[in-house]
C-alpha cells in the first residue's frame, strides 16, 4: 500500500477548490496504480512519486480545472528526445515529449475518466 504522506492530508483538509471531490477520487486513483506509489506536497499540491523520483503532480491554481502534470523527475533526461509513450485515452496533452498535463474541468468528467487516469499512471510510473 502507498504511503499517505500527513503533509498531504493537511494539505488536502485545508483545500478550498470547487472540484475538491473529484481530486480526492483522482489521487484515490493514483494511490491504487501501484504499490510503488509515495505522495508528498510540492509546488503546492500533492505530487505523486515512483523510485524517489516525482512522476505526477496535481495543478490545482484554477477553480475551473483539475490538471495532473505527467513529468520524469525534476531533471531533464538523456533519452527525452527518443521517449515514447502510448496514450490509448487521448487525455495526455504533451508540453514537451515527456511531458504532459490532464486537464478535466467538472467532476462528471473526473468521474469519467478517474479509471483511465489510474491506468494511465499505473504504465507512466514505470515507463
Known sequence: MAVQSSDVERYLAALDHPLKAGVLRLRTAILAADPGITEHVKWNAPSFRYAGEDRVTFQLRRPDRVQLVFHRGAQVRADTDSF????????????????AVVTLTDLAGIDAQVAAVGSLVARWVVA
Do not use: E, V
Open 84 to 99: 515514447a509513450f502510448d496514450d490509448p485515452t487521448g487525455l495526455l496533452q504533451w508540453a514537451t515529449p515527456d511531458r
